[in-house]
């Protein structure tokens, strides 16, 4: 009983030449094995005014950000990175099975406000951008397989997307790995000044009533192996038990010999296509048995660095 | 902007008395309330044969065995249990978004097989038990929003559960925190002496290939904040990265007084019900968007230990 689980599940995502339960005994092809078969144009580069490099204790964090689900939420966030805002805050919260918020301590009860960080440029107040009204021209990958919530499902730009078009209406899904913005009760209290990434089931509750940022394309091992917090709502309890934020840069503001080699596969590219059929109908000796369908929080765009998948 | 996400987040689950997007001002119950409000019939305190209590460095963890859904697997388990067979094993994988496992490590590749821990009187093979006919005379709190892999899912007994009537099956679902039962290839291979508990979106794959024995009741933490393994599949790559298993025993193998006075909300419960809908519907202040839906790894039943919620 050498890897039990372990043994075959390389193999969990294997493509199937149908889409019913297979019968056949050969095993479907890996994602690994597509991954190694893709093409360099089916990955993209992500803007490095996108991407942010959060430096943990631990390590680094990447987040690409969504500026074209959230462009005021982006767009503050850059700017509190280049006035260094998050320079010295801390996780404040790991909620498990929930999320990881990082924030600036000082605005916590027991805090000292005159030591928090200031907004400076930044705006201390953004329209929600909670949805958006769908964009035709975005590629769109459709997951044939529905949700619970919303009337369609699918990536555009690497991100997970639900969308409703009776209402004209798309938003970014609050999947593992994603990055959404804290606020207070107003709506528009929300700046980027504080955010979470998402480190259990999907919270689908909060789709409508939180901005999505972005997502952890590195690092999320970081963020979802912290000590979970004591305090109600996850919080930590004492200071002590946070992890400090030693900075977050924008990868813009490093030399380009700096920046990560980081690429993320085309979520319109046929290699993501065939990831999904895989995850929809592989099967292998260790998982005779297809699950068939695919959730949109089943599956994420793949991450490589230096030309290896992570 | 103080605790932002956190500020109203102890008030997400609240009662609505209408199915659509809540137009009253007045927020809903709060979960903390519906539980505080719960009778003491409504709450049910397990078999002390099906609890398990896996003492960590950290602290303990406490697993309900499902003995209804894979009563092979209950009775191969307890019987090692019994014979001390899990004490000095250790946690040797933990994979981002998927399943920290335990086993032993002298079984992996560089182990030294000599060293096993033998089954002794526990069986080396078992009928898989992925699923079972459905029972009629089991309490059944249907969950009304549907599911993208099953015709019904819903509650029995504490445990998430997906139907299908047709086919005349029944199964646990792999949601976040339920405890599986790693195998070799073949189907008859798991028995019980390799475990994992999901730590990440619940992956669905496994729910007709892989066993299920029960739930982590407390001491999850434990389980999701450990380091992830960096070998392949989330193995650690060095035997000092493993968390060791001091002890494994069950609750009945302790006299009375020693044991936990820990209880779970009955699923077939008007508390839980009333969760369900508040989950579904609840609203308030920093959720004025109800998400309406709810999916099968969205909700669990509450526990409580010596009377407080966990």
Redo the contacts between chains.
């Keep these: 009983?050498?890897?039990?689980?372990?043994?075959?599940?390389?193999m969990?995502l294997a493509l199937a030449a149908t889409s019913t339960r297979a019968a056949e005994d050969k095993p479907t092809p890996t994602a690994k094995e597509l991954l190694a078969a893709s093409k360099p144009s089916e990955w993209r580069t992500p803007d490095p005014a996108n991407l942010l490099y959060m430096q943990l204790p631990q390590g680094r964090v990447v987040i690409e950000l969504a500026p074209d689900f959230s462009p005021l939420h982006a767009q503050n966030i850059r700017t509190l990175v280049r006035q260094r805002y998050f320079d010295g805050l801390a996780i404040v919260?790991?909620q498990?099975?929930f999320?990881t918020?990082w924030?600036d301590p000082n605005?916590?009860?027991g805090g000292d406000k005159a030591k928090m960080h200031p907004l400076g440029n930044a705006r201390?107040t953004l329209p929600p951008e909670f949805t958006r009204p769908i964009d035709p021209k975005q590629a769109w990958t459709p997951l044939p397989?529905?949700?619970?919530?919303a009337p369609q499902v699918g990536f555009s730009e690497g991100f997970p997307v639900a969308r409703d078009p009776a209402h004209d209406k798309e938003w970014l899904v609050q999947?593992?790995?994603m990055v959404?913005v804290?606020?207070?009760?107003p709506?528009d209290?929300?700046?980027g000044?504080?955010l979470?990434a998402v480190i259990?089931?999907?919270?689908?509750?909060l789709?409508?009533?939180?901005a999505v940022a972005g997502r952890v394309l590195q690092g999320?091992?970081y963020l979802?192996?912290?000590?979970?917090g004591t305090g109600?709502?996850g919080?930590y309890d004492k200071a002590s038990e946070r992890t400090a934020i030693l900075s977050v840069k924008l990868a813009s503001e490093l030399p380009p010999a700096q920046r990560e080699k980081i690429q993320v596969l085309r979520t319109d590219s046929p290699t993501f296509y065939a990831l999904i059929d895989v995850?929809r109908h592989g099967h292998n000796?260790?998982?005779?048995?297809?699950?068939?369908?695919l959730?949109i929080?089943?599956i994420q765009a793949p991450v490589r660095v230096d030309g290896k998948p992570l």
């Design positions: 009983m050498r890897h039990h689980l372990a043994a075959a599940l390389a969990t919260r790991v498990d099975n999320v918020q924030d605005g916590d009860d201390a397989d529905g949700d619970i919530h999947c593992y790995g959404g804290g606020r207070d009760v709506p209290s929300g700046n000044s504080a979470y259990g089931q999907a919270p689908r509750r789709d409508h009533n939180l999320m091992q979802s192996a912290l000590p979970r109600p709502m919080f995850a000796a260790f998982y005779p048995v297809p699950v068939g369908k959730g929080c089943d």
